[in-house]
């Protein structure tokens, strides 16, 4: 069994890409938990259930409030179901969870990889970034994972420790994209937008007509380029 979940804000064409993603999955999320800390639901399937925080989540400056809202609905997985992050903002191919359920079902209880394909779409921008630690949306969380996984979530000094503890395999096929720049704001909280910094050196001009984009998304690049008119 599997729960996927998302946090999302005042960002509706963002998550309807999102919810085509999911929707296409060839295997399907059992549970799909779309949490929110500001007024107003999002356009959800029926079998998904939307989680309205207060917005007090979103002023707590404890820590960041997007991993607030994900450690929230990580608290909210059944404890018989594998957890997937799936960020309102980037691509997954159709068979996306597919690629990590398999490695979670032969005894990985984190499953995922450390590269990440990066696109920054108004910058017309491209970047491959390879970490020491993976980013948890690059993964799927086995099921003995997704409530300790929330309190790391709240204590982010345990931040490189967590990883070690578990059995995982980091070696899997990189298919998700994180696009940077779409669209106002940030997962799960209002406000900001991801900008280039100086930190952003290895960063690519994508020549011609969004070549780079349309090698990784394939016709699902025209869905994103539509964005920015």
């Known amino acids: 069994?599997?729960?996927?979940?998302?946090?999302?804000?005042?960002?509706?064409?963002?998550?309807?890409?999102?919810?085509?993603?999911?929707?296409?999955?060839?295997?399907?999320?059992?549970?799909?938990?779309?949490?929110?800390?500001?007024?107003?639901?999002?356009?959800?399937p029926d079998w998904a259930q939307h989680v309205q925080l207060?917005?007090?989540?979103?002023?707590?400056?404890?820590?960041?409030p997007s991993n607030r809202s994900l450690a929230i609905a990580l608290d909210m997985v059944p404890s018989d179901h594998a957890a997937v992050i799936i960020e309102d903002d980037d691509w997954y191919p159709a068979d996306y969870i597919k690629s990590r359920i398999d490695a979670v079902e032969k005894g990985a209880?984190?499953?995922?990889?450390?590269?990440?394909?990066?696109?920054?779409?108004?910058?017309?921008?491209?970047?491959?970034?390879?970490?020491?630690?993976?980013?948890?949306?690059?993964?799927?969380?086995?099921?003995?994972?997704?409530?300790?996984f929330s309190s790391w979530l709240q204590d982010p000094r345990s931040q490189r420790s967590f990883w070690d503890f578990f059995h995982r395999d980091f070696d899997l096929p990189v298919k998700r994209v994180s696009i940077k720049g779409a669209g106002y704001g940030l997962p799960g909280?209002?406000?900001?937008?991801h900008?280039?910094?100086?930190?952003?050196?290895?960063?690519?001009d994508d020549l011609g007509d969004f070549e780079m984009l349309r090698c990784w998304l394939g016709q699902d690049a025209d869905d994103y380029i539509k964005l920015l008119t």
């Open 109 to 148: 209880e984190i499953a995922g990889n450390r590269t990440e394909k990066r696109y920054h779409l108004p910058g017309r921008l491209w970047h491959i970034a390879h970490k020491a630690m993976p980013n948890a949306g690059c993964c799927v969380l086995g099921p003995t994972i997704p409530r300790r």
């Open 1 to 44: 069994m599997i729960t996927a979940i998302t946090c999302t804000g005042h960002r509706p064409e963002l998550f309807a890409l999102c919810r085509k993603w999911v929707e296409r999955q060839t295997v399907k999320p059992d549970q799909w938990l779309v949490v929110t800390d500001v007024d107003g639901a999002p356009d959800i």
């Open 189 to 193: 909280r209002a406000g900001g937008t």
């Open 195 to 204: 900008k280039i910094g100086e930190h952003h050196k290895k960063w690519v």
């Open 54 to 64: 207060s917005g007090e989540v979103g002023k707590v400056s404890t820590f960041d």
